[in-house]
């Protein structure tokens, strides 16, 4: 499988003459068929599904933006790193490119790496969740743990149109069609910004919601056990991180920037948590948007989440 570009250009930055002194850009490698398991990074630069859903487009910029503000980071790696290089969305078809992110996501599994899919708007959840599902396909019931730092369910209903706001009534629904349980978690969601139908449809489908206000630093570790609780009924664990769940002080760079969202100190011990779980085995980051980035900003929260993703 390979993907629709693959350049490496992005990766440059500050050589130290010290010795152990690496940074990404000297260390990352170009994926190769003989590479051996490490993380692999894949960039969806598609805002296709932002622009269905009357965003503001520019999230199909992120992977390279990420990738550079990634470069300069420093090194604390063993195992290796490649760049998968990117799938592209061309002619507004976004179900095809989809399914290209599905498939180059299955062969990076059934090759052993960890997936690190840059997004691209939401929609690529879609994408990254059927290479995972295809991956696993081979076992009668895959339980498959969907957790998503998020302002937004993203469960609209896709009978319509697909895009970055039905990605997750779009697992449901596949879930469903192959008799799979659809687990969600969705934690970071904003009242405010989500219908009362949304709310309901999240309560049929058993969704484990905690919203912006509930994430604090005294309720941190109520949530870690529910999060533990909850990879703890599971095989696999897919967490995808929408940049918009940030404050917009943190994160401006996205379509939807967040009034109150939740802090990156508090989002960073949960992600430590799944990661111990040790099924986590596929993660995305999405909406990031480089047109409407104040100082690189945001792009190097994305870096710095990917950073600890590696550790
Ligand atoms: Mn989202």
Known sequence: MHADRHCMS????????EADSARWHQRIRALNEASEPGLALLGFACDEGVRRNHGRVGAAGAPQSVRKALANLAWHRQAPAYDAGDVTCEDGDL??????????V???????????????????????WSGLAEHLSGNPAPQ???????????????????????????IAEQCAARGWPFRYACLGVSRASNTRALFSRAAELNVLVREDREI??????????????????CDALYLTIDIDVLPACEAPGVSAPA???VRLELLEPLIERLKASGKLRLADLAEINPEY????????VAARLIHLLSL
């Not at 498959?144 to 779009?170: C, Y």
């Open 216 to 233: 604090r630093e005294a309720t941190l570790e109520s949530i870690g056990a529910e999060l533990d609780a909850f990879a703890a009924g």
């Open 144 to 170: 498959i743990g969907i957790v998503n730092f998020d302002a937004h369910f993203d469960l609209r209903d896709p009978a319509h149109v697909h895009s970055s706001g039905t990605p997750f009534a779009q």
């Open 293 to 300: 980035d104040i100082d690189n900003r945001t792009a190097k």
């Open 10 to 17: 992005a990766w440059t930055g500050r050589t130290d003459p």
């Open 259 to 261: 009034a109150r969202g």
């Open 95 to 104: 179900e095809a490119a989809q399914a290209r992110l599905g498939r180059n």
């Open 106 to 128: 299955c062969a990076l599994l059934d090759a052993g790496h960890l997936p690190v899919v840059i997004g691209g708007g939401h929609e690529v959840a879609f994408g990254s």
